[in-house]
């Protein structure tokens, strides 16, 4: 072996050696930039207010949940239940509108299909405030303001084109040989859908719901603006926690994000598996 070539295999391993500290480095900093806000909210939401306000302690040792407490006692409770029940709402309308849309976009195949599809997702580009008086407009004309009911709507409005998009991948990823199958056996479509393609899509839908749930669930401008006494949880917190002390804003945070991360944790991979669908 000569000399030029040990050093070239110095040079390889060193690059080697490189590359994995950059990539170590990188990893770190990505998900110290995520988990970090999640790690404070929870320990200052938590934290002692008279630690929270002393200059030289950056991790309070004593905690108590009395701010969370003191939230839900404000009216934070109610605001939960508000947000689950159009959360819920929500999902029940996208998904009774979405759910045959996207199964059409899959198995069909029409006219304008590609444009149709563009629409949906343009129908997203236009921001929420410039729509926002013509809404509260209608909505006062309806008479669903300030009701759950108006809040759903809203949302579902906002969710659909997701759902539509979504449930297209996920039935297209279901191959249609087994429908047709079902059909050479004595299935009707229907039977052949609900027997045949619902069970395999399931995870997938299971976990377009919950993205939709997650998406009603951190919503605050429409519910802020069409809601005066049945505000949901981010319109609450907008509304009162802004105004309270840092600790109360942090305990409200807290009331936000554990359900979501809740959610997160518990279906992570049926939305890792619609994301792959949906991405093939």
Do not use: C
């Not at 209608?138 to 659909?160: K, R, S």
């Not at 926690?241 to 359900?259: C, N, Q, R, Y």
């Amino acid at each position: 072996m000569g000399e030029e070539q040990i050093i070239l295999e110095k040079k390889s391993v060193v690059k080697y050696y490189l590359f994995k500290i950059l990539f170590a480095a990188t990893v770190i900093i990505v998900v110290t930039w995520v988990v970090l806000p999640f790690i404070m909210t929870i320990i200052y939401a938590l934290s002692d207010p008279l630690q929270y306000y002393d200059r030289y302690i950056i991790i309070p040792t004593r905690y108590t949940f009395e701010h969370v407490k003191s939230l839900l006692d404000l009216g934070a409770g109610q605001a939960i239940i508000n947000s689950v029940i159009v959360a819920l709402l929500t999902i029940l309308f996208s998904f009774i509108i979405g759910l045959p849309a996207g199964y059409a976009f899959a198995r069909y195949k029409f006219r304008g299909k590609d444009s149709l599809k563009l629409f949906l997702v343009g129908l997203r580009m236009f921001p929420i405030i410039v729509i926002a008086v013509p809404l509260v407009t209608l909505y006062l004309q309806l008479g669903l303001n300030d009701t759950l009911l108006g809040v759903a709507l809203a949302h579902t409005a906002m969710a659909t084109p997701f759902v539509v998009l979504i449930t297209s991948s996920i039935f297209a990823g279901v191959p249609v040989e087994l429908e047709e199958a079902g059909l050479i056996f004595g299935l009707s479509r229907i039977q052949a859908f609900l027997r045949i393609t619902m069970p395999l899509a399931l995870p997938g839908l299971t976990a377009a719901a919950i993205f939709t749930f997650i998406m009603s669930w951190n919503e605050v401008f429409i519910a802020a603006v069409l809601t005066f006494r049945n505000r949901t949880l981010p319109a609450f917190v907008l509304q009162s926690a802004l105004a309270s002390t840092d600790f109360i804003k942090f305990a409200a945070a807290f009331i936000m994000v554990v359900p979501a991360l809740v959610f997160v944790f518990v279906a992570g991979k049926y939305l890792i598996q619609m994301w792959g669908i949906t991405l093939k």
